[in-house]
C-alpha cells in the first residue's frame, strides 16, 4: 500500500522560507508523478505544483510561480516543495499526494491523484 507523510510545516513569519518534504514507500515512486497541493479553511484544495515519474517534467501553478519549487529525489524516495518569500494568505494544509494516470490533463487537480499524505500545517503570520 502506498504511503505519503509529508514533513516540514511549521509558523513562520512573512517573508520567509520553509521547505516541506514527503516521503513515498509502499510502491515504486518512479511509477507515480507527484504534486503538492494545499487547502486552507473554506477554501478548495489547490494544486501547487507537480513532477513526473523520472523526474524530467515539472509544472507550478501560476498563483506561486516564482516563489515555490519542486524537486524529486528518486534515492530517497522523496519530493520537496521549496516555499519562498511566504506571504501570510499561504496559510494553509499542505498536501503531498501522488498519482498514475492523470499527467497530461489532471496533474495540478486533485482528481488526478490516487494517494495522498496526512497534511502538515503551514501558518504565516504577517
Known amino acids: 500500500q502506498v504511503q505519503l507523510v509529508e514533513s516540514g510545516g511549521g509558523s513562520v513569519q512573512a517573508g520567509s522560507s520553509l521547505r516541506l518534504s514527503c516521503t513515498f514507500s509502499?510502491?515504486?515512486?518512479?511509477?507515480?508523478?507527484m504534486g503538492w497541493f494545499r487547502q486552507a479553511p473554506g477554501k478548495v484544495r489547490e494544486g501547487l505544483a507537480c513532477?513526473?515519474?523520472?523526474?524530467?517534467?515539472?509544472d507550478i501553478a501560476g498563483s506561486v510561480a516564482g516563489r515555490f519549487t519542486i524537486s524529486r529525489d528518486a534515492a530517497k524516495n522523496s519530493v520537496f516543495l521549496q516555499m519562498e518569500n511566504l506571504q501570510p494568505e499561504d496559510s494553509a494544509v499542505y498536501y503531498c499526494?501522488?498519482?498514475?494516470?492523470?499527467?497530461?490533463?489532471?496533474?495540478?487537480?486533485?482528481?488526478?491523484?490516487?494517494?495522498w499524505g496526512q497534511g502538515t500545517q503551514v501558518t504565516v503570520s504577517s
Open positions: 509502499g510502491s515504486t515512486v518512479g511509477s507515480y508523478y
Open positions: 499526494a501522488a498519482g498514475r494516470n492523470g499527467w497530461v490533463n489532471h496533474r495540478l487537480r486533485p482528481t488526478g491523484y490516487d494517494y
Open positions: 513532477v513526473s515519474g523520472n523526474g524530467g517534467n515539472t
